[in-house]
């Protein structure tokens, strides 16, 4: 695995604990799909409401 992806993996995580202890409805979640106008893209990390 390259350096750069471990740096950005690391950073995926902790952004990704920082909105779970923030945040109290919803979901968290990583490398989410995206429908979009432009085609499909994936985030880094996505919060969903429970709507």
Known sequence: MSP???KH???QGRIQ???ESL???GEV???CAI???DGVKV??????SEE
């Open 23 to 25: 945040l109290n409805t």
């Open 4 to 6: 750069v992806k471990i």
């Open 43 to 48: 985030a880094d990390i996505v919060w969903c």
């Open 17 to 19: 604990r920082l909105l």
């Open 29 to 31: 979640m990583p490398e």
């Open 35 to 37: 429908n979009t106008s």
């Open 9 to 11: 993996s690391f950073y």
